[in-house]
């Protein structure tokens, strides 16, 4: 008889009368990671929310350790040695990292807060595990692979044997991501059973021993994931064959579109220019990609550019006009569609429904409003239309409230609305983040089905491998300044790239005007 840390039996959810996860089996061995594959919307999560917990399941069986278990709420799941990692961390931001950690389980001595044992304890786990942190460091303030293994300690300080990380490299830099790894197999190491919610097949292959793919809340198959190829699994997981490689003809650029000049950007009080002296342009009908290793000013760049950010110098043109002191407001209505890197703090209103987030620059227009009310109808079928054209899964369609939406869906509303509005500049930074293959192949054809209608595009990715499948000109940047530009692509050594990304080489600086 197999020895299984969880066994869910025969699982069935619905909501509004959709049905989430239809009579799914899944079992995870003891000492094994568990990788969970599938779409956007596909019923991981839910599958996952189950066994912690946070849902209760229509119909079907759980088992922990052999034994018949009621999961009822997180506390129970804790005590039965299970923990989560979630895609949208679980922290009080302006507490610290150890008040994070036992929150929930804290000493107490006649009301007062006693952290002088848990201390200790996190110390040695820490140096157990090789976790560099400032335990006294608040959330706010650090970084977000930190604070995934804040979420991680939080596992370890209540000893759980059984361990769910739902996407849990959505929000890592390229760096982050090996670290990661490297985690997960120490863990394994250990004996701790993982499950292991993924779109990344690189990071399951490394990682996995067995594979579920869920697809429309079916268990498709569970596979040894040393003996299926990658291209199997995507075809599992979609139902088709996928292309991960982005076909494209040679790019035609024409005028001039962003004009960028001498622009920099202020870092926190008390440190250097997070830009400094940047200059570039974009011309229609090219995809232009800054490349660099996450924390080097692109997302203070892009911020600048867009208006959510203060110029300290510098000046912005499209088309010619002067946007530089434009508000966000007309930038967002005279010609840039903008997929920021953040869905939830820049993008999304989470608490709005999808209707609503779908026509948030454009409520305002004579096709969604008159005198001051907005048109329903009109704002319904239009969302209706993107939800099909974009494959936006969710519960209730365009009355969904987005905060309820997997990730990758989130994610799936910004493209559509972004793409589909009248733009000239398309300025995406990290716009696969969270997608699966299939949405991954989906959005980098309409990138390049946008660099072909004459769209400017200027895109931002840690994703070496997105990087190199659509940029037509690379521009690299290091500490806050382009130190080098590239555009054969086909023939760019990696290597050379990974050095200027690194600060090891930079090209003689462009004079501009």
Known sequence: MENYAIEMKHITISFARKVANDDITLQLRKGEVHALLGENGAGKSTLMSILFGLFKMDSGEIYVNGKKEI?????????????????????????????????????THFGFLKLDKARKRVEEICKKYHFDLDLDAKIEDITVGMQQ?????????????????????AVLTPQEIQEFMEIVKNLKKEGKSILFISHKLDEIKEVADRCSILRKGKLIATVDVDKVSKEEMSEMMVGRKVNLKVDKAPAKPGETVLEVRHIEVAGEKGHKDKVRDVS???????????????????????????????????TIKIMGQDFTHKSI??????????IPEDRHRDGLILDY???KNMVLQEYFESRFSHAGFLKQKEITEYTDELIKDYDIRSMSGPTSIVRNMSGGNQQKIIVAREMTKEHKLMIAVQP??????????????????????GIAVLLVSFELEEVMNLADRILVMFEGEIVGEFTDIQNLDLNELGLYMAGGKRMPKKEVA
């Open 280 to 314: 570039f342009d974009v011309r229609a009908g090219e995809i232009v990609c800054i490349a660099g290793i996450d924390g080097n000013g692109q997302s203070e760049l892009i911020k600048g550019i867009t208006g959510t950010k203060p110029l300290k110098a510098g």
């Open 432 to 453: 696969t983040r969270g997608l699966d293959v299939g949405a991954i192949e989906y959005i980098h054809k309409n990138i390049v089905k946008q660099r072909d209608k």
């Open 329 to 338: 407001r007309y930038k967002n209505t005279h010609g840039i569609s903008h």
């Open 353 to 355: 429904n999808m209707e």
């Open 149 to 169: 293994r804040t979420e991680i300690l939080k596992m370890l300080y209540r000893s759980n044997d059984i361990m769910i990380f739902d996407e849990p490299t």
């Open 71 to 107: 999961i009822d709420n997180a506390v129970t799941a804790n005590k039965l040695g299970i923990g989560m990692v979630h895609q949208h961390f679980k922290l009080v931001h302006n507490f610290t990292i150890l008040e994070n950690i036992v929150l929930g389980v804290e000493e």
